[in-house]
């Protein structure tokens, strides 16, 4: 297996513009003590978008299969139909295997 990792400390990871018809995403990640998963969804500009912004996400504290990523107030990500949206993960001692959106 592969795996983007970060130790101490916190490094991020920004997809590529990114065109779904998915509503949830989920995280194949390992995490160890002290350490977390937070996820921003921005513009393909890396511009913040209200409500999704790190600051917004619910940490991910335990590592696991399908780990559904939220944020304060939702579980969806809902973008215009034909939109295209970057994903930036922030990861403090973890692994991050993969990420897909259902």
């Known amino acids: 297996f592969v795996s983007l990792d ?3 400390q916190p490094g991020i990871v920004l997809t590529r513009p990114l065109s779904f018809q998915g509503t949830k995403l989920f995280v194949n990640a390992e995490v160890a003590d002290g350490g977390h998963i937070k996820a921003a969804v921005v513009t393909r500009h890396q511009e913040p978008i209200a409500k999704y912004a790190a600051a917004d996400s ?3 504290t335990k590592g696991g299969v399908r780990l559904p990523v939220a944020w304060k107030d939702r ?8 939109g295209h949206v970057r994903l930036s993960f922030e990861l403090k001692k973890a ?5 897909w959106i259902e």
């Open 75 to 82: 579980a969806e990500i809902k973008i215009p139909p034909g």
């Open 95 to 99: 692994k991050l295997y993969s990420f």
């Open 6 to 8: 970060a130790g101490e």
């Open 58 to 60: 619910t940490a991910i």
